[in-house]
């Protein structure tokens, strides 16, 4: 088991087309983790695909950049600051069409996240 304190430097990122995901705690690095807990980046004109978490919520909380975030049939446009919360099973992703990265932090109310990607 990992300690309770993660460094960053020290957690490889997740890289996709869109962006990048670090975790720093979760059930896999943690054993009994009841959270995941990381940094998102989204590269600019570029967007996540829409998905859901059947077994978790999700807090999203902006730190820079900008972006779309649809949640179900809505959309919300979102800033430095601003943080959104997403009900389990609800539909979501994040549209940055902005000129710089957004970034912000992610948090689950599941020490196992799962994500269902309607794309695939």
Request: aromatic residues 10%.
């Amino acid at each position: 088991m990992a300690g309770p304190v993660t460094r960053a430097q020290d957690t490889q990122a997740d890289a996709f087309p869109w962006g990048a995901i670090r975790w720093l705690h979760n059930g896999e690095q943690n054993e009994g983790a009841e959270q995941t807990f990381g940094f998102v980046f989204i590269d600019a004109g570029k967007q996540n695909p829409p998905h859901y978490h059947p077994n978790c919520e999700e807090i999203l909380y902006v730190l820079s950049g900008s972006c779309t975030h649809t949640y179900g049939d809505e959309s919300f446009e979102m800033g430095p600051g601003d943080s959104i919360i997403v009900p389990q099973g609800v539909v979501h992703h994040a549209i940055n069409s902005g000129w710089e990265p957004l970034r912000a932090v992610i948090s689950f109310s599941s020490g196992d996240r799962q994500t269902v990607f309607l794309d695939e």
